[in-house]
């Protein structure tokens, strides 16, 4: 059971102003980090999404650039099994942000735990990050995408716990979930 939980926060649209990622190998967790960005938008920030995250136009004036940081990140995404919460959004901000610096596309296979949630937890009313983490009396800081990372990763391994399954494929096949790729 080796994958890589991903989480991104936005200042805008697509241009991510951090990003976490928590690895598990073999069923545990091993690692969770997250890096702040100065997003290609800078000094814009979104109102709202501040609101959301906290993260200020002052919290990234001395970060680097996703495009800087990319050589740190690529080792956690390339070649791996990656989950999101809302996939969807998180790989759109990835594709977008890649594309915007020209950064080829890394091989990786990724799925949704949001959708896998649901096929485990079908009696939860939401499968929001926030619900399931009060479901499963998990801490973690809401909207800073180390904790989301590391909040998702659990989640999945909690359902894999439910499936009784060693095998990320079997896990997901056995409910119905389906492994994606981005392109």
Known sequence: MTFTAIDFETAHANFPCEIGLCRVEDGVIVATKSW???????PYMNPWNERVHGISTADLVNEKSFEELWSELKPWIEDQYLVAHNAGFDMNVLKATLEYYDLALPYFDYFCSVSLSRKIWKHLPSHSLGNLCQYHDIQFNHHRAGDDARACAIITLKAFEILELNDVFENLNS????MKRLR
Do not use: E, R, S, Y
């Open 175 to 178: 409910v119905g979930v389906k």
């Open 36 to 42: 702040l960005i100065k997003p290609a938008c800078f």
